[in-house]
């Protein structure tokens, strides 16, 4: 389901309230990962502004660093919300998903007329991992049709899975309890069981799976910031500020020249927060927008990149954008 423009205009404008994390590190642990403390970065000559450290944020890092770019990575939520017991152990991951913190920032869709007039909760993963570490870790890549625009090889894509999957180490699990009972009824009509082929359990479209695949090891949650991002922490490549907040991008001349974020005095421990202007010292820097199918078009539109006449009658100015 997805939110009214008219409601994303508004949630543009609300100050969201931000929960101190509940896993802490010190300040030596931060400095042996290759952490960048709150407010010691004053401006950024990177490559690339990578924002959120979400699953597809961590999908990216990973991909830039292995090619040789200097990346800055900000991520609003804690860089070891996956060492929590919550996140890592599977048993409790509703807990930690229907929890407004440390680990979602939910909001909630416009009315659904068609539900009675409720307003349901959206999901959004915060902290290193993202949504990721607070779904039922179920590892599907979906069906092959999805990717037929994509302008890559299937062989080309399959080889790209592969390749994530090896760094997960997935765990694969067999149906039980009600789930065998409709694996039973489901082969006595015919559906094939393709488990037992080379990428059984993986493609939805295949046929039926009586072994499911998990992103966990050890019967642990594996976080894509596990798999993705910590091989790389420490690399001169990679740099990293968590619980810091992009609020803002402020364009000049169509490109984006700082950032306004909001970072939590998570050093103090008292989770207060303050507002600084990240400067981007490097002309051809590129700021990619990993925040969420919410918080990246939020963030567009605080940012003055949107409807004019929408913006403009909340008091935004827009902007024009060059975009690579």
């Known amino acids: 389901m997805r939110l009214a423009r008219e409601r994303l205009l508004r949630l543009a404008q609300l100050q969201v309230t931000r929960a101190a994390s509940t896993s802490q590190a010190t300040g030596s642990e931060r400095v042996r990962r290759g952490m960048i403390m709150a407010g010691e970065l004053q401006a950024c000559d990177h490559d690339v502004v990578v924002v959120g450290g979400g699953v597809s944020g961590c999908a990216l890092v990973h991909g830039l660093v292995e090619r040789g770019k200097r990346v800055l990575l900000l991520e609003r939520g804690s860089a070891q919300a996956h060492e929590d017991r919550r996140v890592k152990n599977l048993q409790q991951w509703w807990s930690a998903a229907s929890s407004p913190a440390p680990f979602n920032a939910s909001t909630f869709t416009a009315v659904q007329q068609g539900l009675g007039g409720r307003m349901l909760p959206v999901w959004q993963g915060k902290g290193g991992g993202g949504t990721g570490n607070i779904n039922a870790a179920l590892w599907m890549r979906g ?119 909001m970072e939590e005095q998570a050093a103090e421990g008292n989770g207060e927060s303050r507002r600084r202007e990240l400067r981007l010292t490097n002309p051809r820097v590129q700021v990619v927008l990993c925040a969420g199918a919410i918080k990246s078009p939020q963030l567009l539109l605080l940012s003055g990149i949107g409807p004019r006449e929408e913006l403009e009658r909340l008091g935004i100015k827009t902007v024009s954008l060059s975009v690579l």
């Not at 765990?171 to 080379?198: F, H, P, Y």
């Not at 479209?205 to 596990?226: H, I, M, P, Y």
């Open 143 to 261: 069906r092959r049709e999805d990717y037929e625009s994509w302008p890559w090889r299937m062989e080309d894509i399959e080889r790209s899975f592969e390749e994530v999957e090896a760094m997960y180490e997935l765990e694969t699990v067999e149906a039980k309890g009600v789930g065998l009972v409709l694996k039973d009824m489901l082969l006595s009509t015919g559906i094939r069981d393709v488990t037992q082929a080379a990428s059984g359990a993986l493609w939805s479209d295949q046929g039926l799976c009586s072994k499911v695949r998990f992103s966990k090891r050890g019967g642990e949650r594996r976080t894509a910031w596990e798999a993705l991002v910590i091989p790389h922490i420490g690399s001169p490549l990679l740099s990293v500020i968590d619980r810091c907040s992009v609020e803002r991008l402020r364009v000049e001349g169509g490109r984006v020249v700082s950032l306004e974020v």
